[in-house]
Nanobody, 127 residues
């Protein structure tokens, strides 16, 4: 099993940046497909970014591509979400997720395919 803890959320102005760390414990992040999801009030949870166990391939949601970057520090056993050019519509609770299976690009998008979740961190972008 792996335990995930997100941090780094907060209030930021339109156009600003935030970096969200996800600290993993119990097993190494290289054992898992890692994903970042977000959920805004009244909306479904959606994929923001994901990376394969190897860390070599990264996938992004359509609304964040070219603005967000998922990365991993294997030595620290952490996964990061760098968010740039933030917009008010990026306001949501952001969750780190992991699954031990080698998910396909299509299945990575579905929250139900991830077994482990963090508690989430709130990101609010003011206009």
């Amino acid at each position: 099993q792996v335990q995930l803890v997100e941090s780094g959320g907060g209030l930021v102005q339109d156009g600003g940046s935030l970096r969200l760390p996800c600290a993993a414990s119990g097993r190494t992040v290289t054992s898992y497909v890692m994903g970042w999801f977000r959920q805004a009030p009244g909306k479904e949870r959606e994929l923001v970014a994901s990376t394969r166990r190897s860390g070599g391939r990264r996938y992004y949601g359509d609304s964040v591509e070219a603005r967000f970057l998922i990365s991993r520090d294997n030595a620290k056993n952490e996964v990061y979400l760098q968010m740039n050019s933030l917009k008010p519509e990026d306001t949501a609770v952001y969750y780190c997720a992991a699954d031990s299976r080698e998910l396909t690009r299509a299945t990575m998008r579905t929250p139900g395919n991830y077994e482990y979740w963090g508690q989430g961190t709130q990101v609010t972008v003011s206009s």
